[in-house]
T-cell receptor, first 115, second 115 residues
Framework: DTEVTQTPKHLVMGMTNKKSLKCEQH?????MYWYKQKAKKPPELMFV???????INESVPSRFSPECPNSSLLNLHLHALQPEDSALYLC??????????????FGQGTRLTVV | AQSVTQLGSHVSVSEGALVLLRCNYS??????LFWYVQYPNQGLQLLLK??????LVKGINGFEAEFKKSETSFHLTKPSAHMSDAAEYFC?????????????FGAGTRLAVHP
C-alpha cells in the first residue's frame, strides 16, 4: 500500500466555520507534511511532523492548527479562515531516515474554498 | 538556502517529439533532487529522484534526468512525447534536514502535447 488518503476531496466553508482536513497513510512513514498549493503555483510547505511531534511550522497563521494523533494520521484543523486561504491542501509522508530514501508520497489533496 | 529554477513556464511539443524540461538548482552541498508530475486537480506523483547513487536517473513513463554537477542542472527528458504526458511538472530539491523530506519546489512547467 503506497497510498496517502486525504478526506474530504472538496470542502466549502464559511469564514466563521470550523472544519478539519484528514490524512492517512499505512506505509509506516514517521514523517508527515502539510503543503498548500494556490492556483498555478507550486506547493509550499506548511508543517512537518516527525515521530508525531511538530518539527517545522513555516510561520503559518494560527487559524491553521495541525495535529498528529498517531503515526498513521495527520489532521489540519481550520478556523476563521479567509477567502485567500482557498487552495489545494496536500498531505505527504516519507520515511524518517537520515541516510536514505527521501521520497515523499503525496495524497490527492483537498480542494478548499472559503466563502 | 537551496532553491530550484525551472526555465520555461510553458513548453509545447508535438506528439512523438523530444521532451526537455529544464531545472537548475542552487546548493552548497550535493542535494536530493526530484521531478514530480501533477495532472489537473490531482496530487503530485514522483517521476524520478536523484540521491547520488547514479547521475543518470530513469523514472516512470519513459522519463529520465541527468544530474550535472558542473552545470548545477537536473533536466528532465523523454524521447517521444505522448498526449498523456500533458501536465504540470515540478522540479524539487530537498535539503538535508534531520531525515525528513522538506521539499522546495520550482515554479513548475506546464507541458502541452499537440497532435
Amino acid at each position: 500500500d503506497t497510498e496517502v488518503t486525504q478526506t474530504p476531496k472538496h470542502l466549502v466553508m464559511g469564514m466563521t466555520n470550523k472544519k478539519s482536513l484528514k490524512c492517512e497513510q499505512h506505509m509506516g512513514h514517521r514523517a508527515m507534511y502539510w503543503y498548500k498549493q494556490k492556483a498555478k503555483k507550486p506547493p509550499e510547505l506548511m508543517f512537518v511532523y516527525s515521530y508525531e511531534k511538530l518539527s517545522i511550522n513555516e510561520s503559518v497563521p494560527s487559524r491553521f492548527s495541525p495535529e498528529c494523533p498517531n503515526s498513521s494520521l495527520l489532521n489540519l484543523h481550520l478556523h476563521a479562515l479567509q477567502p485567500e486561504d482557498s487552495a489545494l491542501y496536500l498531505c505527504a509522508s516519507s520515511l524518517q531516515d537520515a541516510r536514505g530514501d527521501k521520497q515523499a508520497f503525496f495524497g490527492q489533496g483537498t480542494r478548499l474554498t472559503v466563502v | 538556502a537551496q532553491s530550484v529554477t525551472q526555465l520555461g513556464s510553458h513548453v509545447s511539443v508535438s506528439e512523438g517529439a523530444l521532451v526537455l524540461l529544464r531545472c537548475n538548482y542552487s546548493s552548497s552541498v550535493p542535494p536530493y533532487l526530484f521531478w514530480y508530475v501533477q495532472y489537473p486537480n490531482q496530487g503530485l506523483q514522483l517521476l524520478l529522484k536523484y540521491t547520488s547513487a547514479a547521475t543518470l536517473v530513469k523514472g516512470i513513463n519513459g522519463f529520465e534526468a541527468e544530474f550535472k554537477k558542473s552545470e548545477t542542472s537536473f533536466h528532465l527528458t523523454k524521447p517521444s512525447a505522448h498526449m498523456s504526458d500533458a501536465a504540470e511538472y515540478f522540479c524539487a530539491v530537498s535539503p538535508f534536514s534531520g531525515g525528513y523530506n522538506k521539499l522546495i519546489f520550482g515554479a513548475g512547467t506546464r507541458l502541452a502535447v499537440h497532435p
